[in-house]
């Protein structure tokens, strides 16, 4: 079983809409969440941390579920620059490596 | 800079020569990362390093790749004898502490011919 497990899409949304992303891990230790986003041919870059109780940045809303071991990412009013793979990924606190999912990938269309 | 820095960008070797990819941390980062990343592919662990600590060689693929760390700063990442299945972005990443939010750097592609 993969430690990371995400919906590899793809999701085509229209600007302005509504769009969520599920992941699930399957270390119950796990102790770090994170959302990153790939653009083509680049570095993944941070999104956001993901905190037990939920946490907002912006048009962003991560949510966090240890009982289901659950992780999703809202976006809010997608924008063309949302345009992405987005990347969930758990560190199970040893530290020893990041464990990251396929990557979701988005397309916000005009 | 501030980040995470890579050199070279991009390197293209002929199959059986050996490459050395460099990875200069953000100052004061104590855990480095390296994945590798193979086109429409995710994200390979192969090694980590925290303070010193003996590193986490779990995801080296053969016993051609082999990283270094001086100082606890600049790891560089040496691939011996490299193949065509070598081919692929490195990617280094640091963090403040183990299990803290990872920076990359922009990698460099690797490409076998």
């Known amino acids: 079983r993969k430690e990371v497990e995400q919906d590899p899409g793809p999701f085509n949304v229209p600007e302005g809409a509504t769009v969520a992303f599920n992941c699930t891990y399957s270390n119950s230790a796990s102790q770090s969440f994170f959302w990153y986003r790939q653009d083509c041919r680049k570095e993944p870059k941070l999104l956001m941390s993901v905190y037990s109780s939920g946490n907002e940045d912006g048009r962003f809303t991560a949510q966090l579920n240890r009982a289901s071991q659950y992780i999703s990412l809202l976006i809010r009013d997608s924008k063309l620059s949302d345009s992405a793979t987005y990347l969930c990924?758990?560190?199970?606190?040893?530290?020893?490596?990041?464990?990251f999912g396929t990557g979701t990938s988005l397309t916000v269309i005009p | 800079g501030a980040g995470v820095s890579q050199s070279p960008s991009n390197k293209v070797t002929e199959k059986g020569k050996d490459v050395e990819l460099r990875c200069d941390p953000i100052?004061?980062?104590?855990?480095l990362y390296w994945y590798r990343q193979s086109l429409g592919q995710g994200l390979e662990f192969l090694i980590y390093?925290?303070?010193?600590?003996?590193?986490?060689k779990s995801g080296l693929p053969s016993d051609r790749f082999s990283a270094e760390r001086t100082g606890g700063s600049v790891s560089t990442l040496t691939i011996q004898r490299t193949q065509q299945e070598d081919s692929a972005v490195y990617l280094c990443?640091?963090?403040?502490?183990?299990?803290?939010?990872?920076?990359f750097g922009q990698g460099t592609r690797l490409t076998v011919v």
């Open positions: 390093f925290q303070g010193n600590s003996a590193p986490d």
């Open positions: 100052s004061g980062h104590t855990a």
């Open positions: 990924v758990v560190n199970p606190f040893t530290g020893n490596q990041f464990y």
């Open positions: 990443a640091s963090s403040l502490e183990p299990a803290t939010e990872a920076f």
